[in-house]
């Protein structure tokens, strides 16, 4: 079955840096678009990127861009975020997900930027 786990989140300070990271299985990874999503406090979850099968990125979510950089790994069956400059209101659970037939979520990761 489709598994998505996903590492990296920590407390950080504002103007920080932090790299997520979510290892998949279940599915054949080097043929699947793969997204991050972010559910800050009290908001609906929100795409923040993706990229496709062959590493293009078509768009990030309008707040992050020339901050974040999504990227992945086919041969560790990896998809990364990497997160500079961080804000306090980047604050939220970041997700992996993964669209096989019905769109599949990891656990999450807390990201808490604050000082």
């Known amino acids: 079955q489709v598994q998505l786990v996903e590492s990296g989140g920590a407390l950080v300070q504002p103007g920080g840096s932090l790299t997520l990271s979510c290892v998949a299985s279940?599915?054949?990874?080097?043929?699947?678009?793969l997204s991050w999503y972010r559910q800050g406090p009290g908001q609906e979850r929100v795409l923040v990127a993706g990229?496709?099968?062959?590493?293009?990125?078509?768009n990030y979510l309008k707040s992050v861009e020339g901050r974040f950089t999504i990227s992945r790994s086919n041969g560790d069956r990896k998809v990364y975020l990497q997160m500079d400059n961080l804000h306090p209101e980047d604050t939220a659970v970041y997700y992996c997900?993964?669209?096989?037939?019905?769109?599949?979520w990891g656990q999450g990761t807390q990201v808490t930027v604050s000082s």
């Open positions: 990229i496709t099968a062959a590493g293009a990125v078509p």
């Open positions: 279940g599915f054949t990874f080097d043929r699947y678009y």
């Open positions: 997900s993964v669209d096989v037939s019905r769109r599949y």
